[in-house]
């Protein structure tokens, strides 16, 4: 018996196996064995398998918004206030100041953001989300009415956000912080443009008080025989007067933050009707004489004020 030859088939699989040892069994022309190797071993033919592919990992953990919390979000963002190339004076970003808004401020580690209030502001308090990885301080500069609070915020590391509730005697500001890895705002401040507003209006005030109520006339042109009679309320007119043409009723201070009662001629018969009248200061300015006229405000318990003239025979009016 001729001995076989197998090459050694280390490592092949069982399938491998049985086609070496039907390779050994084929002999050539001559008796003479053909010696397997494992190049004339064929593996099996490998069928492709369908591989599910990765689940995301913010797909496995995304967080399904109820409508409440898409409301939030919505508002949020658009409540907030970028930063803006116009609106940097130098390396400072200058914020217009509306109550609501939420201002966005970029900080970096190793550097030193500071917020500035307006001056003369005093701060109440400072309150953020995250006091753990941001180093957050106050200090104030200048003496005075100059006396300016800075709000001093640092991250200890890229990557954070927080938000900041800074709270003044004059307004509280909405801020939403976040950290980069070098990019920083050095300073942001605000304007106001309610408190500009204010200022004029009150600048509009003291002029109008300057102005005189009546120009050219003469003190001997001025009749002051008016009766003021009725009930007393806050707003009862302190005297009224005429030059001739127009009449004049005087009120106190008061008339000018409190409601101002409408002016109504009453005639002979007692008929009630309103007449123009414009308001300049604290004086109603009429621009005609009238025997009598009532000031009146109110519905179910209405307040009435009467100014009658005194007769052109001279007589003076009382003053009760």
Known sequence: MKRLLIAPLCGLSLVALCAAAEAVSQTKPGGILKPATVADVKAPPVTPTKVAPPVSRSIRH???LNAAEVRVALANRAATLQPAAPGFVNA????PFADGTLYQVYTAPE??????????????SVAAGDTVRWVIGDTTSGSGSDKRTHILIKPFSAGLSTNLVITSDRRTYH???ASTSGTAMVALSWTYPRDALIALKRAEEERAKAVPVASGISPDQLHFDYAITGDRPAWRPLRA????????IEFPASIAVGEAPPLFLVDAKGRAQLVNYRLQGRFYVVDRLFDAAELRLGLKHQEVVRIER??????????S
């Open 310 to 319: 005194a007769p052109a025979n001279g007589r003076k009016g009382k003053w």
């Open 241 to 248: 007067f005429d030059d001739g043409r127009e009449t004049f």
């Open 92 to 95: 400072v970003q200058v914020y």
């Open 175 to 177: 801020l939403s912080l």
């Open 111 to 124: 550097r030193v953001t500071d917020i500035a209030l307006q001056p003369g502001e005093a701060l109440i």
């Open 62 to 64: 995304a967080h399904r």
